[in-house]
T-cell receptor, first 117, second 118 residues
Framework: DTAVSQTPKYLVTQMGNDKSIKCEQNLGHDTMYWYKQDSKKFLKIMFS???????INETVPNRFSPKSPDKAHLNLHINSLELGDSAVYFC????????????????FGEGSRLTVL | AQSVTQLDSQVPVFEEAPVELRCNYS??????LFWYVQYPNQGLQLLLKYLSGSTLVKGINGFEAEFNKSQTSFHLRKPSVHISDTAEYFCAVTWPGPGYSSASKIIFGSGTRLSIRP
């Protein structure tokens, strides 16, 4: 059983297209995240949702729109893809930090490698 | 503002040699500290964490780290590395507090690539 699963694992598409990446976690966590990892391995948080509510929205173009239908799912939709969007996108989940059960540990999916041509 | 610095972007070592990966943080409040490992083409997984208590923390795969508050460091060490330790290592910091809106930020360092030579 995969704890945090994302699909697709690889995505190759043309500039200007719209694409989505899906993420699901079966750990019972109430917070989910999207991170972008560039070619130099630098990890940058994009969004965070807590119980379906957006709580972190870093400086990300509004072409990126996250959606959380329930606390176990967080999807990422990208409109009008650009070359600079090529990266590996990681979904992660955790409990909120003010819960006794949480120690701040994130659980990551295996990543979705997006290549924009 | 809180920040994390990994001074070495790459660390090459020979197999069975000891290794230390450096991590320094900056924070005006108490922090939780983590080391994550990313094997090629995989997601990150937790190696070890410091929350409180003993400053020497032991993790998986023979790694350990020491929290040094005066030097604001959390260096990762292994006495003898193996080829399978080849990976990218990330130091991360977060800070507990009331309300998830501020507490949900977890800051990652820029990563250190550990390459093991036979």
């Amino acid at each position: 059983d995969t704890a945090v699963s994302q699909t697709p694992k690889y995505l190759v598409t043309q500039m200007g297209n719209d694409k989505s990446i899906k993420c699901e976690q079966n750990l019972g966590h109430d917070t989910m995240y999207w991170y972008k990892q560039d070619s130099k391995k630098f990890l940058k948080i994009m969004f965070s949702y807590n119980n379906k509510e957006l709580i972190i929205n870093e400086t990300v173009p509004n072409r990126f729109s996250p959606k959380s239908p329930d606390k176990a799912h967080l999807n990422l939709h990208i409109n009008s893809l650009e070359l600079g969007d090529s990266a590996v996108y990681f979904c992660a989940s955790s409990f909120t930090l003010d819960r006794a059960a949480n120690t701040g540990e994130l659980f990551f999916g295996e990543g979705s490698r997006l290549t924009v041509l | 503002a809180q920040s994390v610095t990994q001074l070495d972007s790459q660390v090459p070592v020979f197999e069975e040699a000891p290794v230390e990966l450096r991590c320094n943080y900056s924070s005006s409040v108490s922090v939780y500290l983590f080391w994550y490992v990313q094997y090629p083409n995989q997601g990150l997984q937790l190696l070890l964490k410091y929350l409180s208590g003993s400053t020497l923390v032991k993790g998986i795969n023979g790694f350990e780290a020491e929290f040094n508050k005066s030097q604001t460091s959390f260096h990762l060490r292994k006495p003898s590395v193996h080829i399978s330790d080849t990976a990218e290592y990330f130091c991360a910091v977060t800070w507990p507090g009331p309300g998830y809106s501020s507490a949900s930020k977890i800051i990652f360092g820029s990563g250190t690539r550990l390459s093991i030579r036979p």
